[in-house]
């Protein structure tokens, strides 16, 4: 197997605008431009522009569609109306979590998946695994890019470039339109907590949206930024909040896991709830100053109670944040705990998630 990392069809772009490369989940992706500080401020205060076309698109057909969905999703993909998505999970016999993903209702008997970069192969695998007679699935990832416009100035950016009708796409709904003149599948969808979309554009396209976007204003971010303002709009990540083992019950995803259905891994989750979660997902802001990162421990009382599984700065609130997991008995906001940053135990206090809310206008 080629150890070469895999580059995305607007790479040269990022070069040229002489980002800082990283690998990042087998790919060669931006993580950087103008500086995190500036790119997260920028998202926030006006626009920025992402490139997550490492992310898997997959196209789901057939009189078995539905039925597929409701097996491998926790969410019910049933109700679903043509031109809306919901979030959800796929989950293992275990009831962890192979994936959280993003499923769009394109047609009565066709839908997307979009799943996470490095989980592509393993996503795909699985899926065709459990896949049932008379749904097909195919990989359209190569087909199409897929660029983040994201901040409070994202539709008015993305009204210059299209005729769109935007009361089509309230939040968690696409549309197909056209975009600069390609074709493209316009969602209100994001990852970082401000209004905007994604906008999946054919290949050939992309490099030209891309500069027609930051000529309009919008400024390339890069996975730095994407990463703090994950965090501060409380978004889990998977590999750090989510992995294989993790109950999503203790994620705090119930609201997206039908339980009344039959979906893989459903059985187990259900008797998770009889016999009393463990544990749960919550936000940390440390009192005493200093920055915590992933894999800092966590104490109460002097004993080890857990690991953060994201930490950093709040660009936005000035604070110092982080998730874990704690046990349930632990997870009342204003409990205090210790984050033991460099060795160094810092007075910090459970509090609720999001850490940052954008005004809704």
């Known amino acids: 197997m080629s150890n070469e990392l895999k580059k995305t069809v607007l790479y040269s772009v990022h070069r040229q605008l002489g980002a800082t490369m990283v690998p990042f989940s087998g790919w060669e992706m931006p993580v950087r431009y103008s500086g995190d500080i500036a790119e997260h401020k920028a998202v926030r205060e006006r626009a920025g522009i992402f490139d997550v076309s490492h992310m898997g698109r997959y196209e789901v057909r057939g009189p078995a569609a539905v039925a597929f969905l409701q097996r491998v999703h926790s969410n019910d993909a049933s109700a679903l109306k043509i031109g809306q998505a919901h979030y959800g999970l796929l989950c293992n016999e275990r009831g962890g979590v192979v994936d959280d993903v993003i499923v769009y209702r394109r047609g009565e008997e066709f839908f997307w998946i979009v799943v996470n970069a490095g989980n592509r192969q393993k996503d795909w695998d699985w899926l065709m695994t459990h896949k049932l007679v008379g749904a097909t699935l195919t990989d359209e990832s190569d087909a199409w890019a897929l660029i983040a416009l994201q901040g409070p100035q994202a539709m008015d950016i993305l009204r210059r470039f ?200």
């Open 162 to 361: 299209t005729d769109l009708d935007f009361a089509r796409i309230p939040y968690y709904h696409a549309a197909d339109a056209t975009v600069a003149g390609y074709r493209a599948l316009v969602a209100r969808t994001g990852y970082t907590g401000e209004d905007g979309v994604e906008i999946a554009v054919a290949s050939n396209g992309a490099a030209d949206l891309w500069a027609k976007l930051m000529e309009a204003g919008a400024t390339p971010c890069g996975l730095g930024a994407r990463d703090t303002l994950r965090l501060e709009a409380g978004m889990p990540l998977y590999g750090h909040e989510l992995t294989d083992d993790t109950n999503p019950l203790e994620a705090n995803l119930k609201r997206f896991i039908k339980m009344d259905k039959p979906f893989i891994g459903q059985p187990v989750l259900a008797q998770s709830l009889v016999d009393g979660l463990k544990r749960k997902l919550v936000g940390v802001a440390l009192v005493d100053r200093g920055i915590a990162r992933a894999e800092c421990a966590v104490r109460a009382g002097g004993q080890a109670v857990g690991v953060l599984t994201s930490g950093g700065p709040s660009i936005t609130t000035g604070q110092n944040i982080g998730m874990c997991y704690l046990p349930v008995a632990l997870a009342k906001p204003d409990t205090e705990v210790e984050v033991v940053v460099r060795e160094k135990p810092l007075k910090a206090k459970v509090v609720k998630t999001p850490f940052y809310s954008r005004k809704k206008s």
